[in-house]
T-cell receptor, first 117, second 115 residues
Framework: NAGVMQNPRHLVRRRGQEARLRCSPMKGHSHVYWYRQLPEEGLKFMVYLQKENIIDESGMPKERFSAEFPKEGPSILRIQQVVRGDSAAYFC???????????????FGPGTRLLVL | AQKVTQAQTEISVVEKEDVTLDCVYETRDTTYYLFWYKQPPSGELVFLIRRNSFDEQNEISGRYSWNFQKSTSSFNFTITASQVVDSAVYFCALPANQAGTALIFGKGTTLSVSS
């Protein structure tokens, strides 16, 4: 069974460019979550998506960040006009159903390390 | 509010020592799950265990064991006879909201095991 796939694993962008991070959930999982790990900080939730729907974006920065999970294809986290402060590891997780409160486990991908020069 | 505290930032041990990683949490929920993840130097996040708040029995898996105590809101993780391969950052996590659509993580404990 393939796990959660993320690509690219490493991404270098110059300030002002766009970054597109991709995530393919585990087979059979239709719920995708994005987290960001900033240096000196822990993992922070950004957004939760189901196919074609954003369910919870309470952790997304208000500007320049967007996410989608189309009917076909991977989930995309898009960062427009990147700044140095966006340099971080971005992790995608998936689960067969939501509800960590009820025991649903989120399985994480290997992450994408974004470096903004 | 939901909160996870891992007070130990870094721990260094020598191989074969036992080590316990502490996790203290705050939750408004009466029933919930808790999770531990491992982040080895290669960077991926690996799920280790989930635990139901109803079940306070210790969980043991090989050299790993977990002690959940609801009375003290703690979910501690012990590695017995540590090995160099155990070197990693370990995170404790709790559902962030009632829907459980997000996890809130502690800041992690970096464990270094030397030979």
């Amino acid at each position: 069974n393939a796990g959660v796939m993320q690509n690219p694993r490493h991404l270098v962008r110059r300030r002002g460019q766009e970054a597109r991070l991709r995530c393919s959930p585990m087979k059979g999982h239709s719920h995708v979550y994005w987290y960001r790990q900033l240096p000196e900080e822990g993992l922070k939730f950004m957004v939760y998506l189901q196919k074609e729907n954003i369910i919870d974006e309470s952790g997304m920065p208000k500007e320049r960040f967007s996410a989608e999970f189309p009917k076909e294809g991977p989930s995309i986290l898009r960062i427009q006009q990147v700044v140095r402060g966006d340099s971080a590891a971005y992790f995608c997780a998936s689960s067969p159903a939501p509800g960590t409160r009820f025991g649903e486990t989120q399985y994480f991908g290997p992450g994408t390390r974004l470096l903004v020069l | 509010a939901q909160k996870v505290t891992q007070a130990q930032t870094e721990i260094s041990v020598v191989e074969k020592e036992d080590v316990t990683l502490d996790c203290v949490y705050e939750t408004r929920d009466t029933t919930y799950y808790l999770f531990w993840y491992k982040q080895p130097p290669s960077g991926e996040l690996v799920f280790l265990i989930r635990r139901n708040s109803f079940d306070e029995q210790n969980e043991i898996s090989g050299r790993y064991s977990w002690n959940f105590q609801k009375s003290t809101s703690s979910f501690n993780f012990t590695i017995t006879a540590s090995q160099v391969v155990d070197s990693a950052v370990y995170f404790c996590a709790l559902p962030a909201n009632q829907a459980g659509t997000a996890l809130i993580f502690g800041k992690g404990t970096t464990l270094s095991v030397s030979s």
